[in-house]
């Protein structure tokens, strides 16, 4: 039977920002492809150990949503690479809204909020931390 796949795509686009690669192809041919790789498969546990998706039959005229791997470095204050991420994003541009998707949001906060909190902290003299959420919006 027809089952539900991990698509990946490959394009032409060779490099990003800081060496990042733009593509699958452009990783694997990276010098820092292993450490990659591990990234790539660092974030395939988690999104397993996660249950993002599970397999399925394909229904009859169903169109698949193809994926593309993104890739970004990690610097610390002085630019130094210090951590090698992977993600694996939905082609949303192949989608039509209306036939594959009634309305979309971002999981972003609002400026405002985010003056407010550093207002608040810098009236009260707290500190702000940044951290990284490893597999944050997965489901």
Same mark, same amino acid.
């Given at each position: 039977p027809n089952r539900l796949c991990l698509n990946i795509e490959v394009e032409d686009d060779e490099v990003g920002d800081l060496g990042e690669p733009a593509n699958y192809k452009a990783a694997m041919l990276d010098p820092d492809k292993v450490i990659w790789q591990g990234a790539m498969d660092d974030k395939m546990n988690s999104m397993k150990v996660m249950k993002v998706w599970i397999v399925v039959d394909l229904p009859p005229n169903a169109k698949v949503v193809r994926s593309k791997w993104l890739y970004k470095k990690k610097t610390d204050m002085d630019g130094k690479v210090h951590t090698y991420k992977a993600r694996l994003? /939905?082609?949303?541009?192949?989608?039509? %809204?209306? =036939?594959?998707?009634?309305?979309?949001?971002?999981?972003?906060?609002?400026?405002?909020?985010?003056?407010?909190?550093? /207002?608040?902290?810098?009236?009260?003299? %707290?500190? =702000?931390?940044?951290?990284?959420?490893?597999?944050?919006?997965?489901?």
């Open positions: 994003v /939905a082609k949303g541009s192949t989608q039509t %809204y209306g =036939i594959d998707y009634e309305e979309t949001f971002s999981p972003v906060a609002d400026i405002r909020a985010i003056r407010i909190l550093i /207002a608040i902290a810098a009236c009260y003299d %707290y500190e =702000i931390w940044q951290m990284d959420v490893k597999t944050a919006f997965l489901n």
